[in-house]
């Protein structure tokens, strides 16, 4: 009994020694992990940031380019007629769309959907007025329909998306 008692003497120090160590060691390595994955998340929001701030000027840039005004000036000429108006502001949308689609991946799901809405919104309204023109008429009849098409929406789907883009870049920091 006495060699036991003995022996604990000697295994009892040692063993509260080993789970003080065991503890602030663990400790140690748990503080350091927390700062480790602290300075990846800084390092990657410094990656992210500007992107996603680029991504953001590239959409309400486009959205920007989206507006009959601005696109009817850009894509006009005067030996168009309505079919080739038509033709040619379709064809400026998605091209400039596909152009913008790779920022989708730092914007959220519904400032997205708002582009693509947006977009849809502003071909249909060109077909509707190419549609009230005849198809050989001069392009300025239709561009000025489409223009005043436009003016009239009460809540334009440019304005729209352009107002939540801003929205959501602004709470993004």
């Given at each position: 009994m006495e060699?036991?008692?003995e022996i604990?003497k000697?295994?009892i120090?040692?063993l509260?020694v080993?789970?003080t160590v065991?503890?602030?060691?663990k400790?140690?390595?748990?503080?350091?992990?927390?700062?480790?994955?602290a300075?990846?998340?800084?390092?990657?929001?410094?990656?992210?940031?500007?992107?996603k701030?680029?991504a953001?000027?590239?959409?309400?840039l486009?959205?920007?380019?989206?507006t009959?005004?601005?696109l009817?000036?850009?894509?006009?000429?005067?030996?168009?007629?309505?079919?080739?108006l038509?033709a040619a502001l379709i064809?400026?949308?998605?091209d400039?769309?596909?152009?913008?689609m790779s920022?989708?991946?730092y914007?959220?799901?519904?400032?997205w959907?708002?582009?693509?809405n947006?977009?849809?919104?502003?071909?249909?309204l060109?077909n509707?007025?190419?549609?009230?023109?005849?198809?050989?008429?001069?392009?300025s009849?239709?561009a000025?329909?489409?223009l005043?098409?436009?003016?009239?929406?009460?809540?334009?789907?440019v304005?729209?998306?352009m107002n939540?883009?801003k929205?959501?870049?602004?709470?993004?920091?």
């Amino acid at each position: 009994m006495e060699t036991f008692l003995e022996i604990l003497k000697y295994i009892i120090p040692a063993l509260v020694v080993f789970v003080t160590v065991f503890i602030v060691l663990k400790a140690f390595l748990e503080n350091d992990r927390n700062k480790r994955q602290a300075e990846v998340k800084t390092d990657r929001e410094k990656i992210l940031i500007p992107l996603k701030t680029q991504a953001y000027e590239r959409l309400v840039l486009f959205l920007e380019r989206l507006t009959p005004g601005n696109l009817v000036l850009r894509v006009s000429r005067p030996e168009m007629n309505v079919i080739q108006l038509q033709a040619a502001l379709i064809k400026s949308i998605r091209d400039e769309y596909e152009h913008n689609m790779s920022q989708q991946l730092y914007v959220s799901d519904e400032a997205w959907q708002m582009i693509k809405n947006a977009k849809e919104d502003i071909i249909r309204l060109i077909n509707i007025s190419a549609a009230q023109v005849n198809p050989s008429a001069r392009s300025s009849e239709m561009a000025g329909i489409l223009l005043e098409s436009y003016l009239k929406n009460e809540n334009p789907p440019v304005v729209s998306g352009m107002n939540f883009i801003k929205e959501e870049f602004r709470n993004l920091s």
